[in-house]
């Protein structure tokens, strides 16, 4: 659907649903939160005694409690087994339902699905969906196709600008394209009153237990040769030293984005890599970075079968199907026997 003709369809269906879910992919990152709390506050203006939920399979993310609407987020084993009457699914910054759910064949059976996403991959089929890789964001995306500007007001100010520093790596990320975002971003820091460093500063501390996380991924850093691939870098973290350390999932994420966005892909002729790291539920996530014109990470994690995501930055869940935990170690070998056995996708 084109995204002129998007809006009027999409709070049609809203208009006539009862119980409407707003979720997006599990390990959610800064635009998947900002896409469903700015979702969330655009329906509640338009809709305010709509019963309207946020659900997230995982654990809580606490770093982004300072936002508007945070606390109305429900976290959940699975966002299958909760979704009681829902007769509306919003599905956002992803298009396939595998990437929300561990019970993904649940998700579809609802009477509407509506999908709003920035990627690339192949969509699942949804009853209503925009989708248009050319944006910068998802929640650039919505802003645009939800006439955003109409409702704005400082809380939804920040929430929107969250999601675009996020995707756009504080607007480093931009192509020639995608310049209509700064004249967005303009519009947001005026009617929040932002300064942006320290808006950044409120959800981007470091903390101080992680430090010990962040070591072990600079100690375990590897770069290797594999034929056919350009040079690639790697880390990890071990589920031994993460649970003898008591560390959280959210320490995790914490650890790994702040590693990658030091050091994947940065050092010098190692243009792109990996890095993995435990979970909670027993399976392991891998975050993928690269540089133009390296591997399309995007495409990587596709033909892995274990995720998607931008062909620049792709996330992936190996998922524990077994009683026993997974090593990351068997995880490493599994990419790295991947990669000896295939052609890379460079773009």
């Given at each position: 659907?084109?995204?002129?003709?998007?809006?009027?369809?999409?709070?049609?269906?809203?208009?006539?649903?009862?119980?409407?879910?707003?979720?997006?992919?599990v390990s959610p990152d800064d635009d998947s939160i900002a896409s469903v709390l700015g979702m969330y506050g655009v329906l509640k203006v338009i809709f305010p005694n709509k019963n309207i939920r946020i659900i997230y399979s995982g654990q809580r993310v606490s770093r982004y409690?300072?936002?508007?609407?945070?606390?109305?987020?429900?976290?959940?084993?699975?966002?299958?087994?909760?979704?009681?009457?829902?007769?509306?699914?919003?599905?956002?910054?992803?298009?396939?339902?595998?990437?929300?759910?561990?019970?993904?064949?649940?998700?579809?059976?609802?009477?509407?699905?509506?999908?709003?996403?920035?990627?690339?991959?192949?969509?699942?089929?949804?009853?209503?969906?925009?989708?248009?890789?050319?944006?910068?964001?998802?929640?650039?995306?919505?802003?645009?196709?939800?006439?955003?500007?109409?409702?704005?007001?400082?809380?939804?100010?920040?929430?929107?600008?969250?999601?675009?520093?996020?995707?756009?790596?504080?607007?480093?990320?931009?192509?020639?394209?995608?310049?209509?975002?700064?004249?967005?971003?303009?519009?947001?820091?005026?009617?929040?009153?932002?300064?942006?460093?320290?808006?950044?500063?409120?959800?981007?501390?470091?903390?101080?237990?992680?430090?010990?996380?962040?070591?072990?991924?600079?100690?375990?850093?590897?770069?290797?040769?594999?034929?056919?691939?350009?040079?690639?870098?790697?880390?990890?973290?071990?589920?031994?030293?993460?649970?003898?350390?008591?560390?959280?999932?959210?320490?995790?994420?914490?650890?790994?984005?702040?590693?990658?966005?030091?050091?994947?892909?940065?050092?010098?002729?190692?243009?792109?890599?990996?890095?993995?790291?435990?979970?909670?539920?027993?399976?392991?996530?891998?975050?993928?970075?690269?540089?133009?014109?390296?591997?399309?990470?995007?495409?990587?994690?596709?033909?892995?079968?274990?995720?998607?995501?931008?062909?620049?930055?792709?996330?992936?869940?190996?998922?524990?199907?077994?009683?026993?935990?997974?090593?990351?170690?068997?995880?490493?070998?599994?990419?790295?026997?991947?990669?000896?056995?295939?052609?890379?996708?460079?773009?």
């Open positions: 659907m084109m995204i002129e003709s998007f809006k009027e369809n999409f709070f049609g269906l809203v208009e006539e649903s009862n119980n409407v879910v707003v979720t997006a992919h409690s300072i936002f508007n609407n945070f606390d109305k987020i429900e976290w959940v084993d699975d966002i299958a087994n909760h979704l009681g009457d829902a007769d509306t699914l919003i599905l956002l910054d992803v298009s396939k339902f595998s990437r929300a759910s561990y019970i993904a064949e649940a998700l579809p059976l609802i009477k509407n699905t509506v999908c709003i996403d920035h990627h690339g991959s192949a969509p699942d089929k949804f009853t209503l969906s925009l989708i248009v890789p050319e944006y910068s964001s998802n929640s650039e995306l919505i802003y645009k196709a939800l006439g955003v500007e109409e409702y704005l007001n400082k809380e939804l100010a920040e929430i929107f600008l969250l999601g675009i520093l996020g995707d756009t790596g504080n607007l480093t990320f931009i192509d020639g394209h995608q310049t209509e975002v700064f004249t967005i971003v303009k519009k947001l820091v005026e009617v929040g009153n932002i300064r942006i460093d320290s808006f950044l500063s409120k959800y981007r501390t470091i903390p101080k237990q992680i430090m010990p996380l962040l070591k072990e991924f600079v100690r375990n850093t590897t770069y290797q040769e594999v034929l056919g691939w350009p040079p690639v870098q790697y880390s990890f973290v071990t589920r031994e030293f993460s649970e003898t350390n008591n560390f959280s999932d959210e320490d995790m994420s914490a650890a790994s984005h702040i590693y990658m966005g030091q050091y994947l892909p940065r050092i010098e002729n190692q243009p792109w890599g990996f890095v993995f790291s435990p979970r909670s539920d027993g399976g392991v996530r891998m975050s993928s970075r690269s540089m133009s014109g390296s591997v399309n990470v995007r495409i990587f994690s596709e033909e892995l079968g274990v995720g998607g995501g931008h062909d620049r930055a792709s996330g992936a869940n190996f998922k524990n199907d077994d009683k026993s935990p997974m090593r990351v170690e068997d995880c490493v070998e599994t990419v790295l026997d991947f990669m000896k056995n295939n052609k890379p996708v460079l773009s």
